[in-house]
């Protein structure tokens, strides 16, 4: 159809022109909220102006007229003869919608799509007041030659390509491993300085090729600025998105893959979410719905959240309409817990929304995002606060291809640990240091306890562990926590192959590697096992034990404490930092408050038990009589410490759901049935309030 | 109806012949070394690295109420077109491929057990006696535990 040189202008045509709307459409959603920032109008006009010339040079009529009369509302705004208003925004998107739509075809065939541009270009002619006559002769003394854009160093590279690269990349580091293998055993001298060498470079390779694919995140974020604009409007609500983490790096192909079920959980979290415009202020929220879309790394894995400030999930509706439609007995319904409840929406239909909106359709299945996210090899999780809002976060782990990792053996099998996840190796010498709570092991390590688990008797492996464990102090989130191996072999360089679903859903493994000797060694799930070892991660709540369903608990992990007078109080571990022990003397008073020096700096020190007026404490009394070493909770509340005087530290354990009383008592925020005991839940801020 | 010839490949397992479609069946392996799972369904054997892509090795007689393979480093492995990707299946002998023609696929025997029926599309005539061919898609889901 037409010879090479035409086709490649057509190709570059397309990609600059995706690039264009791109910017177009964050740009807009942009130009929306802040109608007097001349840079961004701008560069809006800049686009379409752009967009403009290059459909005509090719001749692509329909997207050259759209182009014009885009431009033609948006010459009205630069000259402050009228502001972009909603339907003005609404407008100029649809035109970049089209103009999507038209360029579609082009890549393959050669010419733009036959769609009727006459209704829009009409339209956005109305909107700029003038007939569509006078705004081609207002246009025209206002064109000026724009500067091109400037080059930033790039250049596009052939997907297709870069997957392959990838893989070869691969196959070069798995042939790296087994040259080294082979070259330290055979002890040959110059083959081995060139095997070390080809490692080197074979190292430099993969990080190079893993970079290349990478793309920050922010590029999807942003698009989606503009969902959550039509979202808002097409529902009848005011809602706003917020990014952070945009700077967070993917892989190219995952990145891709999570667009789709984002883009859902998006939807879902405006259309079902958040509730409209009067019932929030009658609830006293803002009018306005917040969505905050976050990314980060962490471990290895990439982890989105997605929270909203909406109504959150209404658990007991949701219990209500599984057993309406027969998903789960009267008897089971009875013995589930919120967080099992909750779990349930991840079930084909189980959407509690009664209508069939426009935008979203009868549960839009939250069961089709987890298969999405799961496919790549992501875990999601929620986290419900009814009334509050919802949180759900993906978890992704990083590119698929190459770890450091650290291997492992417990009772005959090895595994692997990503190097990223490691704190630090101890060799307790026959179990000294390693102490019991509540029948758990822990180990003290430098007046921190250390939650352990026994890798062998976690997954149930014949055999006894050896007596000469090692301790891997690992790390997934805020807390670390040791495991118990029989033995700690090399790092190496892995190939990551990923484990199909089923193998996922155990919460135990991040994937398999093939190791230098072709051997297979399963990767340990870092993250899964916090959960196991009862500790507060990043994502949520800690199951206590491996369930068949993947189940995390809404429920929050909280420290219990003695009260005085043998009561029960406890606190939200996430703001727990380390547990100390100080010495009477450690505390001193300063302008009638108490501090203790800590970590280089002072620490104000708050009495619970007086902080809370009725409860009259008695101190705790050392062997002389005399008062004993004082525990104290080191809590973080923003950048501050702040040291909490408790009568003693019981042991942790997850917030139960169920039996709650709302608390009239300043400084608690409600009471929970804790271990067959009231318990106070204490609101630390108000405490450190209390006290200064 | 006449038509096509079937081409099974057949397989021994636990004493018995067995047929798979054989537009399912990649490649047949010597026994290799088989990494277990710990934790996984029964019927997972284990991994499996076939040229550097690391492969599920499924247990048949678990799915068909047989105790579990001994070792599964001594056995061959079948390795199945599964919908999401190869798979390898345990069996202690390979055979031919074997012609059926379409006119001599027969039911499955009504003595056999319920839950195994699930698991066959047919029963084909072989030099031996009846061959039951295993539904591949049906016989993955029973043998990694799948739950749906």
């Known amino acids: 159809m037409s010879d090479a040189g035409f086709d490649e202008v057509v190709h570059e045509f397309v990609a600059e022109a995706g690039e264009i709307l791109a910017r177009l459409e964050s740009g807009l959603v942009a130009l929306e909220r802040s109608p007097e920032d001349a840079e961004l109008l701008a560069g809006i006009f800049r686009g379409f102006h752009t967009l403009k010339g290059n459909s005509g040079f090719l001749g692509f009529a329909r997207i050259q007229e759209t182009a014009h009369a885009a431009e033609a509302l948006l010459s009205l705004f630069r000259d402050r003869r009228a502001r972009p208003d909603a339907a003005a925004t609404s407008a100029l998107l649809e035109a970049v919608d089209r103009v999507r739509a038209l360029v579609a075809p082009v890549a393959s065939g050669g010419a733009e799509a036959a769609i009727d541009v006459t209704p829009l270009t009409r339209r956005l002619a109305e909107l700029a007041g003038a007939p569509a006559a006078a705004a081609e002769a207002a246009d025209a003394p206002s064109e000026k030659a724009e500067p091109p854009a400037p080059a930033d160093g790039t250049v596009r590279v052939d997907v297709d390509l870069l997957d392959r690269l990838m893989n070869w990349v691969g196959e070069l580091v798995l042939a790296r491993n087994q040259l080294l293998q082979q070259v330290s055993t055979s002890g040959d001298g110059p083959g081995q300085r060139a095997a070390h060498q080809v490692s080197t470079i074979t190292s430099r390779l993969q990080e190079g090729i893993m970079k290349a694919r990478l793309r920050p995140v922010g590029q999807l974020l942003q698009r989606f600025r503009r969902v959550v604009r039509d979202l808002a409007v097409a529902c009848g609500k005011k809602a706003r998105l917020e990014v952070s983490g945009e700077g967070t790096e993917l892989d190219r192909a995952i990145l891709e893959a999570i667009s789709e079920p984002l883009t859902h959980l998006l939807r879902n979290a405006v259309d079902h979410g958040l509730e409209p415009e009067e019932e929030r202020l009658r609830r006293g929220k803002p009018a306005e719905g917040r969505i905050r879309i976050s990314a980060r790394q962490e471990s290895g894995h990439v982890v989105i959240d997605v929270e909203d400030d909406g109504a959150g999930v209404d658990v007991p509706k949701v219990r209500e309409r599984a057993l309406r439609l027969g998903r789960i007995d009267a008897e089971r319904a009875a013995g589930m817990s919120a967080a099992e409840t909750l779990n349930l929406i991840f079930e084909r239909g189980l959407s509690t929304s009664d209508a069939v909106t426009r935008v979203s359709g009868r549960g839009v299945g939250m069961d089709v995002v987890k298969t999405q996210v799961e496919r790549v090899g992501g875990t999601l999780e929620l986290r419900n606060a009814p009334g509050h809002g919802l949180t759900l976060r993906i978890r992704i782990p990083l590119t698929l291809a190459i770890l450091p990792a650290l291997i492992v053996s417990a009772r005959g099998g090895r595994f692997a640990l990503p190097q990223g996840s490691l704190v630090e190796l101890i060799r307790p010498g026959e179990g000294a240091g390693v102490e019991r709570i509540h029948d758990a092991p822990v180990y003290r390590l430098r007046d921190r306890l250390l939650p352990l688990l026994d890798l062998g008797a976690l997954l149930g492996l014949a055999g006894e562990s050896s007596a000469a464990s090692t301790i891997v102090v690992l790390k997934a989130g805020e807390e670390p926590f040791g495991l118990l191996v029989d033995g700690v072999h090399d790092t190496e360089e892995v190939v990551v192959k990923s484990l199909s679903p089923r193998l996922r859903e155990l919460d135990l493994y991040a994937g398999a590697a093939i190791l230098g000797d072709a051997r297979i060694a399963l990767i340990l799930d870092v993250a899964g096992l916090a959960r196991r070892a009862r500790l507060k991660t990043e994502g949520g709540a800690a199951a206590s034990a491996p369930r068949s369903v993947p189940a995390v608990p809404a429920s929050r992990p909280l420290l219990l404490l003695k009260g005085g007078d043998d009561g029960r109080m406890a606190i939200d571990l996430a703001g727990v930092e380390r547990l100390e022990v100080f010495p009477p003397e450690a505390i001193e008073r300063v302008g009638g408050r108490e501090v203790a020096q800590y970590r280089g700096g002072i620490l104000p020190l708050v009495r619970v038990a007086e902080a809370l007026p009725e409860r009259r404490a008695r101190r705790r009394a050392g062997p002389a009589g005399e008062p004993g070493p004082v525990p104290v909770v080191v809590h973080r509340q923003g950048d501050a410490l702040v040291g909490l005087v408790v009568e003693g530290i019981l042991d942790i354990l997850d917030e139960p759901a169920g039996a709650e009383r709302p608390s009239s008592r300043p400084g608690v925020l409600r009471c929970v049935v804790a271990r067959g005991r009231v318990t106070e839940l204490l609101d630390v801020g108000r405490l450190m309030e209390a006290g200064s | ?148």
């Open chain 2, 1 to 148: 109806m006449s038509g096509p010839a079937r081409r099974l490949c057949s397989a021994r397992i636990g004493g018995r012949w067995f047929g798979l479609p054989v537009e399912r069946v990649q490649e047949v392996l010597r026994p290799s070394e088989v990494t277990p799972v710990p934790q996984a369904p029964a019927g997972v054997a284990g991994l499996l690295n076939l040229r550097g892509q690391i492969v599920e090795a499924l247990d048949p007689r678990v799915p068909l109420g047989l105790a579990a393979t001994a070792d599964p480093r001594a056995c061959m492995h079948v390795v199945l077109r599964g919908p999401d990707g190869p798979l390898s299946l345990l069996a202690d002998e390979v055979g031919d491929v074997i012609e059926v023609p379409e006119e001599e696929a027969e039911p499955l025997p009504p003595t056999m057990d319920e839950p195994a029926r699930r698991l066959f599309s047919a029963a084909a005539r072989g030099r031996d006696g009846l061959l039951p061919v295993f539904d591949v898609d049906r016989l993955i889901e029973a043998g990694s535990g799948r739950r749906r």
